[in-house]
């Protein structure tokens, strides 16, 4: 069974649940990993990552997608470099993203972040499961047209490999993805973002494959996935 949740609502339980904030936070964390961090700490405030600060955590993330004053980086995948991230320990808060992992924690042992940044390794990584759920984060409760379309590129490969069952929402996500055909970041948030100066983080990721490594949400920590 593929299932998708348009918005992190109404989640239940899976095998595997693939978490997707493509705008920015699960392609920022995929590329914190791939540049060599050690781990991530997502959580939901911006008070809970500052008490990180104290035990050596770079403080990481965003709120309406500007960096907090008193953090170390943003939520700009570019920032996250292996000079500045390199065998460092994050944590991070994102206006949607991290709210979406604490959700999907709850429903399954299987947390993997999804981005086109690092697709194939994903892809690799998920197909052994029988039972996938798709969580877009979306925008302030609404729902994501770049989020859906990773959704729709997973899909697509998976039905590729073997037969599974799909729900509705799986079907429109694989349709909508299939009428495109290539990541199209033409949203609502891609125009926000754009409006602050955010257009070379939407052009990176949209980018296939920079990275060949998968990215899991484990005992509270995103780290690399065998």
């Not at 959580?43 to 008193?70: H, I, N, W």
């Not at 299939?178 to 990541?183: D, L, Q």
């Amino acid at each position: 069974m593929i299932d998708v949740r348009f918005i992190p609502t109404n989640i239940k339980d899976y095998q595997a649940i693939v978490v997707i904030d493509v705008l920015r936070a699960t392609t920022t964390m995929v590329t914190a990993i791939s540049n060599g961090a050690q781990f991530l700490v997502p959580v939901e405030t911006v008070e809970q990552a500052r008490s990180y600060k104290q035990d050596g955590f770079l403080l990481c993330g965003e709120r309406g997608g500007v960096k907090p004053e008193d953090f170390d980086l943003g939520n700009s995948p570019l920032e996250y470099t292996k000079d500045v991230v390199e065998n460092k320990k994050l944590v991070i808060t994102t206006t949607n993203g991290t709210k979406a992992l604490a959700k999907a924690r709850e429903h399954s042992k299987n947390i993997i972040l999804g981005a086109f940044v690092n697709f194939s390794k994903t892809l690799e990584y998920i197909k052994k499961f029988n039972d996938i759920l798709f969580v877009c984060s979306g925008n302030d409760g609404e729902e994501s047209f770049e989020d859906t379309q990773v959704a729709g590129a997973f899909i697509e490969k998976l039905v590729s490999f073997r037969k599974y069952e799909l729900s509705d929402s799986a079907l429109i996500s694989l349709n909508f993805w299939k009428s495109i055909k290539r990541p199209t970041f033409t949203g609502k948030h891609s125009r926000v973002l754009k409006t602050y100066g955010f257009e070379d983080d939407i052009i990176f990721s949209q980018q296939l494959d920079i990275f060949n490594t998968v990215a899991i949400y484990d005992a509270d920590k995103v780290i690399k996935g065998e």
